[in-house]
């Protein structure tokens, strides 16, 4: 999530910095705003997001025990790769 907001955000600077400040203002607004942006909003939006995620597993594991294996082993690679 963060990656593609500094994407959007990157995109949005090299518009509005001038051309002789693009250098230096472009990268380093780019971090500090999705530093600020990522630790505001998409840290906690990622938290409860993975407490669903594994609510969700839960109940599958109380329910449906055999079931609940395959799905996360199908599940798993994307948790991973998303972090």
Known sequence: M?????GKMEKWL???IPGIFKAIFVGM??????MVFGFTVLAPLGGYLGI??????????NNIGSVTVGVL???????????
Not at 2 to 6: G, H, M
Not at 52 to 61: E, T, W
Request: aromatic share 18%; net charge positive; with cysteine.
């Open 52 to 61: 669903y995620i594994g609510n969700f597993f839960a109940f599958l594991a």
């Open 14 to 16: 090299n518009k509005v």
């Open 2 to 6: 963060l990656a593609w907001c500094a």
């Open 29 to 34: 607004l780019t971090v500090a705003i999705t």
């Open 73 to 83: 082993a199908c599940v798993l690679p994307w948790l991973i790769m998303a972090g």
